[in-house]
């Protein structure tokens, strides 16, 4: 068989460059922010026709909250750090979303998403704000927690370890007590058990090491006023209230060991107490 009469070689498409077929994996996750938008549109031009309440109202505004959740979990993320289940920051997000379609006009020529974000963005700083915190904080001292926050992230990467306080002051101009009272601040989210036993420290609970009154220590002081009140009496009349309440004597005990006489034993003992209710600081 002649060269001109062979039939066509069968290898040639093989030969098709590999990097004309490789982009069309990736088209389908470049065009799902645009489909989305897309879809967003075509919704609302439906949902401006319909009447509020009504079921079909209710379906295509259902379908615009579905398509759009994915704006309110972007949002959310942002919180994580405030250590507030990721669940309840999404529901009160989406409050936010709500609210923003019911009050979005397709006619002004602006796309949803940007109009929604500050929406949703706001509905959960405010429950943040409102809800979560369990001491109130001041708002200008709330405000300024976010800016050392973000600050304190900032030079994080840039120092390649956590800022002092000197220098997340210096970076927002501000002084190095209002930087650690904004730190309190951040901390005001959730009360602290006293029953909770201290994480990693592995000692007991806030309550079991918080002091309590000692009903001792009335004594201290009612000691202190009797030192300074016997000093003043003579010696014979200190020596007798010794002998009556610490030696714990009778009267006629007493008047054997000083050879006097019980009768004289009991008025030296109501003179005594006479002086001391007389000198005693406190009753006067």
């Known amino acids: 068989m002649s060269a001109s009469t062979a039939p066509p070689q069968e290898e040639a498409p093989a030969q098709t460059p590999v990097s004309l077929q490789t982009p069309a994996p990736a088209a389908p996750q470049r065009s799902r922010g645009a489909d989305t938008r897309a879809l967003t549109q075509v919704l609302f031009g439906q949902l401006k026709g319909l009447q509020p309440g009504t079921p079909e109202h209710n379906r295509v505004r259902g379908a615009l909250i579905e398509a759009n959740l994915p704006l309110v979990r972007y949002a959310a993320a942002r919180f994580r750090s405030r250590n507030e289940p990721m669940e309840d920051v999404v529901q009160v997000g989406t409050i936010g979303l709500i609210n ?34 369990t001491v109130h904080v001041p708002r200008r001292l709330h405000e300024l927690w976010v800016q050392v926050n973000s600050a304190t992230e900032d030079l994080t990467t840039a120092f390649g370890r956590t800022p002092t306080t000197a220098e997340i002051a210096e970076r927002l101009r501000i002084g190095e007590d209002e930087v650690l009272s904004c730190i309190e601040a951040g901390r005001s989210y959730h009360a602290t058990s006293l029953e909770a036993a201290q994480e990693g420290d592995g000692l007991p609970g806030l ?33 007798i209230l010794l002998l009556r309440y610490y030696s714990n004597l009778t009267q006629s005990q007493i008047s054997a060991e ?22 005693n600081r406190i009753e006067a």
């Open 100 to 133: 923003a379609i019911d009050r979005f006009d397709p006619d002004r020529g602006v796309q949803f998403p940007t109009f929604a974000m500050p929406t949703v963005v706001g509905e959960i700083k405010r429950y943040f704000r409102d809800n979560v915190r």
């Open 207 to 239: 309550l079991d090491r918080l002091g309590y009154e000692d009903p001792a220590l009335d004594g201290v002081e009612h000691r202190d006023l009797v030192r300074h009140l016997l000093v003043q009496l003579p010696e014979r009349e200190q020596r």
């Open 258 to 279: 000083l050879g006097v006489s019980q009768m004289h034993v009991s008025r030296l003992l109501a003179r005594s107490f006479q002086r001391l209710r007389s000198a």
